[in-house]
């Protein structure tokens, strides 16, 4: 799967802005610091239909992604929407319900954080 570009430019895992490339890193590698070390301090995160607001949310989120289930993610492709959003595609398989997804990462950053985040299908 790749990202609907239809209203972005495609870019490569080493065009994605640092923050970006360092979130989804430290995430596949379940480093809850570096991860978070990414957000603004009142980002907002939705994952399956819920927002995890602020830092404290999202730590928990992070702590409990990491705990709840194992699983691998593949970078599939991105596009830059524009210049402070973007949508990255991952494929996961794992042994969560289901044991494969492709789900959209869509990030908006602010002064070089990311403000907002999205994961959906």
Do not use: C, K
Request: no cysteine.
């Amino acid at each position: 799967m790749t990202p609907d570009n239809s209203d972005g430019t495609v870019i490569s895992w080493d065009e994605l802005p640092e923050p970006i490339s360092t979130y989804l890193a430290a995430h596949a590698g379940r480093d809850t610091g570096r991860a978070l070390a990414t957000f603004t301090t009142d980002a907002v995160v939705t994952d399956e239909g819920r927002d995890h607001r602020g830092r404290a949310e999202i730590e928990a989120w992070l702590q409990s992604s990491a705990d709840s289930y194992s699983y691998t993610t593949e970078f599939t492709g991105a596009s830059a929407l524009d210049t402070a959003s973007f949508d990255v595609v991952q494929h996961l398989e794992g042994d969560f319900p289901g044991g494969v997804a492709d789900l959209h990462f869509r990030f908006t950053l602010d002064d070089n954080r990311i403000r907002r985040l999205v994961i959906e299908p």
